[in-house]
């Protein structure tokens, strides 16, 4: 799935359906704003999130706009300096988020936790992008360590929860700007990952403590310029992981597990974005206005909405997304719910990007631990491609970012739905049935009839091209509805 800006012509507005066909349902408001992970706000100071890659690409692939502030495809930072660190930023983005429906049904056939990854089997060795590849991956940038008394890159390794190789990190920073890749700050957001995620309570004070805990003591090592001191951290942090992964506590707390929270779940798509997609963003240049081949992302917490609330998706479900650009949406499904996920997508560069983020999410989900669905990437024209017709057959949810479509692309895919199983659910940004249409005598055979159309409202930071509020729609194949009227005419 993708990130860019201004897909609208001016002057054009999405479909408003009729609430004689098309039932509205506008959505509450949350306590906890709906905001998604990497949201930009343009009130607030910049915040070096993953969409803000999507929005800073975005501008680079489209539409590039003069500033004075140094731009870089590296952002994985989750928060700026001026919302605090440690446990108090911790809290504040945990307080932010969307709280988990307590009315929806546990998934009771998820499997979290991933048996391969927590066992030595095969040495836990695999290929992975590490963290010290970022640093060269992208020249333009500069680096210079972290330790001003280092003379070459000093180089370390974390432990994550699993039985998996460590992660390499050079101990550097980028020499100017706020946006770029900091390995510290990386190392700092697992930290906060592991403990919330992976370890009982008493464990997780201990591992966050405002004094004594391990980020804010890595934090403090950078302040006073001791590499030493953080290489004691480090160690520590090594030691008792590799520990508690040993007795069984990290494996108990997974296990328990039914669902994955969306924090968990972003943090590892940033990270997967951020060592693939974004050191290659300008390789998409290849999208066009106007065309197809334009397309925009449902930022991740839109997308958790849709998969747990509208859809109510379940592991043992099938997700296909048509139009499914460099993967992000594929990959947050087969992770989240676990379930089996299809994307197709026709242009090149996207497709390779896709390729690249598919092999180092697999490669991140097994560091983490985690067990993900079964994830197939197809090349080519969903319209016609065999092995996304064959999916379409056994979905369940089809997704289809149609902002951008024309309206010929729309009418094929109103058509290929008459295919679908019944009950399926298909989410889109326009609605497939035109504003006003009704069931009668003359289009009882229109494809328009098997659907069942709700119209909905998401809110400003759900979508990358605007932090504007907007509608989508819900739709479900439903055939007794063409059978209620046949009947009325008897």
Not at 225 to 246: D, F, T
Not at 464 to 490: C, F, M
């Amino acid at each position: 799935m993708g990130f860019f800006d201004h897909l609208h012509k001016k002057g054009t507005n999405p479909i408003k359906a009729q609430p004689v066909q098309i039932r509205k349902e506008v959505l509450p408001p949350s306590k906890q704003p709906v905001r998604p992970l990497h949201r930009p706000n343009a009130r607030d100071a910049p915040r070096p999130t993953t969409v803000q890659n999507l929005k800073r690409d975005s501008a680079l692939l489209l539409k590039p706009r003069p500033s004075n502030k140094r731009s870089s495809p590296f952002q994985q930072r989750l928060v700026s300096d001026s919302e605090g660190s440690g446990d108090e930023a911790l809290k504040e983005r945990s307080s932010k988020r969307i709280r988990p429906d307590p009315s929806l049904e546990p998934d009771e056939n998820r499997r979290v936790r991933s048996h391969k990854a927590y066992s030595d089997e095969d040495g836990g060795i695999f290929p992975m992008v590490h963290a010290a590849d970022v640093v060269s991956l992208d020249t333009s940038i500069k680096f210079v360590p972290v330790f001003e008394a280092s003379i070459n890159r000093a180089e370390i390794y974390l432990q994550y929860p699993s039985a998996s190789q460590k992660e390499k990190y050079y101990l550097v920073k980028p020499q100017y700007g706020i946006d770029d890749f900091e390995a510290v700050e990386d190392i700092i957001q697992v930290m906060h990952g592991v403990a919330k995620h992976y370890l009982p309570p008493i464990e997780r004070a201990a591992f966050t403590n405002e004094s004594s805990g391990y980020p804010q003591r890595l934090s403090r090592a950078v302040k006073r310029q001791s590499e030493g001191e953080l290489r004691v951290v480090i160690s520590e942090w090594n030691g008792k992981l590799e520990s508690l992964r040993r007795s069984g506590t990290i494996s108990t707390i997974l296990d328990e597990y039914k669902s994955l929270d969306p924090s968990l779940v972003e943090r590892i798509l940033t990270q997967t974005y951020s060592r693939t997609v974004s050191p290659r963003v300008k390789s998409l240049r290849e999208y066009e206005n106007g065309t197809d081949n334009v397309y925009g992302e449902l930022l991740p917490n839109f997308l958790s909405n849709i998969l747990k609330k509208d859809t109510q998706m379940k592991s043992d479900q099938v997700f296909v997304d048509l139009g499914s650009g460099v993967g992000n949406v594929v990959l947050q499904a087969a992770l989240e719910i676990g379930c089996e996920s299809w994307g197709c997508e026709m242009m090149k560069n996207a497709c390779d990007l896709a390729e690249l983020q598919q092999k180092e999410f697999e490669a991140r989900c097994r560091l983490w631990g985690l067990a993900v669905g079964k994830i197939y990437l197809e090349r080519g024209d969903f319209l016609v491609n065999r092995a996304i017709t064959k999916a379409l057959h056994r979905a369940d949810v089809v997704l289809v970012n149609n902002q951008a479509f024309t309206p010929q692309l729309n009418e094929a895919l109103t058509s290929l739905f008459l295919d679908l199983k019944e009950g399926c659910r298909i989410v889109s940004l326009k609605s497939f049935v035109p504003a006003g249409h009704k069931i009668s005598a003359r289009n009882l055979n229109s494809p328009y009839n098997v659907l069942d159309v709700k119209q909905k409202q998401y809110f400003s930071g759900c979508v990358s091209w605007t932090n504007a509020p907007g509608t989508y729609y819900v739709s479900r194949k439903d055939t007794s509805r063409i059978k209620a009227h046949a009947e009325l005419l008897q």
